[in-house]
């Protein structure tokens, strides 16, 4: 079966500072997909970023990097110089690609990120 | 390009109302979902359609859920009755097969309240 954790509820940071996601999962398949999304409070869902397993660098785009730690299983979200636009709830998911696991993609129960100025 | 689009945004019935919600894709996306998303947690797929096939309805509760999609665009997901337990936000999503791990981008979501 597979899982996702986000074992942050809620973090508060100071504008400007970098912050760091945590997210772990668990899956028997090997090879699989991971994905951050940002939901804001109008409700939509935003596609950040995304790490295969088999990639070999860390995904960057932009402000957004996954530190992806195969070994530990994990696939954490590090946002650097954080704005105010950055407060949102924040979801890590997962996807195998194996043919009884690749029709879902699973998300943790979020983190809401609140950045003060 | 245009994003998803989902309506209503909001929506507000009473319990063994029917209520029916609309998605149009990304276009030329074939892959297309239905999510249910309640207060505090994430998303839980409902329905996915590969073209005009749902493939895996496996989590739609089929006694009083249904959805379709016709010529592979548009969708329509329907409850009917609704109940007060169905009182969510309902998202579609859509992403083009074998493009980056079949990304998913998402619609602005249907508010569903059930009173």
């Known amino acids: 079966a597979q899982k996702i954790t986000q074992t942050q509820p809620g973090m508060f940071v100071q504008e400007k500072e970098a912050v760091t996601l945590d997210c772990t999962y668990d899956?028997?398949?090997?090879?699989?997909?991971l994905f951050w999304y940002k939901q804001p409070s109008s409700g939509e869902m935003i596609f950040l970023i995304y790490?295969?397993?088999?990639?070999?660098q860390n995904a960057t785009e932009g402000r957004y990097s996954l530190n992806f730690q195969k070994a530990r299983k994990s696939a954490n979200l590090v946002i650097s110089a954080s704005q105010l636009g950055d407060s949102a709830m924040y979801f890590c998911?997962?996807?195998?690609?194996?043919?009884?696991?690749?029709?879902?993609?699973?998300f943790g129960s979020g983190t809401r990120l609140s950045i003060r100025p | 390009e245009a994003g998803v689009v989902q309506s209503p945004r909001y929506k507000i019935i009473e319990k063994k109302q029917p209520v029916a919600f609309w998605c149009n894709p990304i276009?030329?996306?074939?892959?297309l979902y239905w999510y249910l998303q309640n207060l505090g947690q994430g998303p839980e797929l409902l329905i996915r359609?590969?073209?005009?096939?749902?493939?895996?309805d496996s989590q739609l509760p089929k006694d009083r859920f249904s959805a379709e999609r016709l010529k592979g665009v548009d969708s329509t997901l329907k409850i009917q009755p609704a109940e007060l337990g169905d009182s969510a936000v309902y998202l579609c999503?859509?992403?083009?097969?074998?493009?980056?791990?079949?990304?998913?981008?998402f619609g602005p979501g249907t508010r569903l309240t059930v009173l």
């Open positions: 999503a859509s992403s083009l097969q074998g493009a980056r791990a079949d990304t998913q981008y």
């Open positions: 359609y590969e073209n005009e096939e749902a493939v895996d």
């Open positions: 790490q295969g397993s088999y990639d070999e």
């Open positions: 899956t028997s398949d090997q090879s699989y997909g």
């Open positions: 276009s030329g996306h074939n892959t």
């Open positions: 998911a997962m996807r195998g690609f194996t043919y009884s696991s690749a029709s879902k993609i699973i």
